[in-house]
């Protein structure tokens, strides 16, 4: 029994004394490379995204290693710029009978002597100077941007510079414009004229205020700094700033999968670039002989 227990003890003493060997720094990174291309494999691809982050984090000096992961991500990529463009072209085409449906109710209107980017009026609002009205008109420019103009008439000035569009106690306003900004004003037969044109995210609050509240009275104030002038908002106005609104965000989403499929193409180009060449030096590489 002693001798048995004596002999327990010395192999103990030599497993722990003859234990796993420590592995160099090639030897982890070339296991979190193997991880990465079967993560790959089985099409888990942040999964690998993440194994080749560690790679370059935790092993910068391991260069084979790193090119060969970075190989693995430029076919990930590949994959899933593939994958936006298709899903891009299909939603697109859904996209574009839409935006053919709503511009019908819209003019498109453009001085191509001033202007660079046109912009869709709604067809039944006021677009002419009206030289005896106070009112609140919408625009979409081609980009699908969303903006707003507040056009003044009255007796007096009063210098605006925001507009406040309220229901009750609820209310969303533009933002601030100043003298330097999209500010215009004059005077003609004693009467003051002012316009102010906003174009900011603001305006998409205001926006969905007037979309979802149509059939309530909104009032509108237009601020200045010692005066403000109040008149409530008409139909026309309500049904202008709504379909506006509409279509910015129909143009809006166009334009943005507009981008995406562009830049995908590019990505897709470039990065097909990039494998064709790693392989070509990859098979050069290995069919290149040995100097005897």
Not at 64 to 72: E, F, L, P, Q
Not at 190 to 208: H, L, M, Q
Not at 270 to 275: A, M, R, V
Request: proline share 2%.
């Amino acid at each position: 029994m002693k001798i048995n227990l004596l002999i327990l003890l010395i192999i103990t003493g030599i497993a722990y004394g003859c234990g796993p060997r420590k592995l160099s720094e090639k030897e982890l990174a070339e296991i979190h490379l193997q991880k990465t291309d079967s993560l790959f494999n089985k099409e888990a691809y942040n999964a690998a995204k993440l194994h080749i982050e560690s790679i370059h984090t935790q092993y910068p000096k391991e260069i084979a290693v790193r090119k060969k992961a970075n190989s693995i991500l430029y076919s990930i990529e590949l994959i899933e710029y593939k994958r936006n463009l298709i899903y891009a072209d299909s939603v697109i085409r859904i996209k574009q009978k839409e935006l053919d449906s709503i511009t019908k109710i819209f003019r498109f209107e453009k001085n191509n002597q001033y202007q660079t980017i046109g912009n869709y009026v709604y067809k039944h609002q006021i677009t002419e100077y009206n030289p005896t009205g106070t009112y609140i008109k919408a625009f979409v420019d081609e980009n699908g941007l969303f903006y707003l103009s507040s056009h003044y008439c009255g007796t007096y000035p009063i210098n605006h510079f925001v507009t406040r569009f309220n229901i009750k106690d609820v209310y969303a306003e533009t933002d601030t414009v100043t003298q330097e900004g999209f500010n215009h004003s004059f005077t003609d037969n004693d009467k003051y004229f002012e316009r102010v044109i906003y174009k900011s995210e603001a305006n998409k609050d205001i926006g969905t205020l007037i979309q979802q509240n149509s059939g309530k009275t909104i009032v509108v104030t237009l601020q200045g700094k010692k005066k403000k002038y109040t008149f409530w908002l008409s139909t026309n106005e309500k049904k202008a700033i709504t379909e506006a609104y509409n279509l910015a965000v129909v143009l809006g989403d166009f334009k943005n999968l507009e981008r995406i499929i562009d830049v995908s193409k590019k990505k897709i180009i470039f990065l097909e670039n990039i494998i064709q060449t790693d392989l070509k030096k990859d098979t050069t590489q290995k069919t290149k002989k040995p100097l005897k």
